[in-house]
T-cell receptor
Framework: QQQVKQSPQSLIVQKGGISIINCAYE??????FPWYQQFPGKGPALLIA?????SEKKEGRFTISFNKSAKQFSLHIMDSQPGDSATYFC????????????FGTGTLLAVQP | GAVVSQHPSWVICKSGTSVKIECRSL??????MFWYRQFPKQSLMLMAT?????????EQGVEKDKFLINHASLTLSTLTVTSAHPEDSSFYIC????????????FGPGTRLTVT
């Protein structure tokens, strides 16, 4: 119930392409869904976050799509660049950003030039 | 800019010794901070929630007597790994809730602990 399932485990995309990472959850009490980007040896950096009152949120090249009925949310990276190569984590929490996060297993993205 | 700092960024210690890691919120007060641990090529696992002025709340399976958390001020939480063993070698990361706009949770840069 507390798990967040993330796929794929790894992803290779050509420069300029679209990277898509998916997450699914079971607990309908989750109400905050952030995405983090992590480079080796660094802490996770917040990319974008969504709350269940909207179905989509866009910030620059990053878009979150949220499907409440399917209990799924995804990250789309448009015009992927080699600098986007990193590990991406989805997460979820109950009670918003003030509470503990449950993380997905991560997706290692490699953008080939 | 960064909203959370950690010190040290990396530390090597001998088995049996204790190590203290600091997490600071920069220019804002944080009544709650979170401590996570991340093993190589794995996800982040919450260890405990640090509450200013009260005892930390530990996740199931985390030894509270081994991982001592002190949140003595609104800008500082410390994690002390006591009697460290090689299996405690990991990447320790703190996070804080920062109310800017709608409010989000931000992570520190992490501390790499190696126990020899």
């Amino acid at each position: 119930q507390q798990q967040v399932k993330q796929s794929p485990q790894s992803l290779i995309v050509q420069k300029g392409g679209i990277s898509i990472i998916n997450c699914a959850y079971e607990n309908t009490a989750f109400d905050y869904f952030p995405w983090y980007q992590q480079f080796p040896g660094k802490g996770p950096a917040l990319l974008i976050a969504i709350r269940p009152d909207v179905s989509e949120k866009k910030e620059g090249r990053f878009t979150i799509s949220f499907n409440k009925s399917a209990k799924q949310f995804s990250l789309h990276i448009m015009d992927s660049q080699p600098g986007d190569s990193a590990t991406y984590f989805c997460a979820a929490s109950i009670g918003g950003a003030t509470n503990k996060l449950i993380f997905g297993t991560g997706t290692l993205l490699a953008v080939q030039p | 800019g960064a909203v959370v700092s950690q010190h040290p960024s990396w530390v090597i210690c001998k088995s049996g010794t204790s190590v203290k890691i600091e997490c600071r919120s920069l220019d804002f007060q944080a009544t709650t901070m979170f401590w996570y641990r991340q093993f190589p090529k794995q996800s982040l696992m919450l260890m405990a929630t640090s509450n200013e002025g009260s005892k930390a709340t530990y996740e199931q399976g985390v030894e509270k007597d081994k991982f001592l958390i002190n949140h003595a001020s609104l800008t500082l939480s410390t994690l002390t790994v006591t009697s460290a063993h090689p299996e405690d070698s990991s990447f320790y990361i703190c996070s804080v809730y920062f109310l800017a706009g709608v409010g989000e949770q931000y992570f520190g840069p992490g501390t790499r602990l190696t126990v020899t």
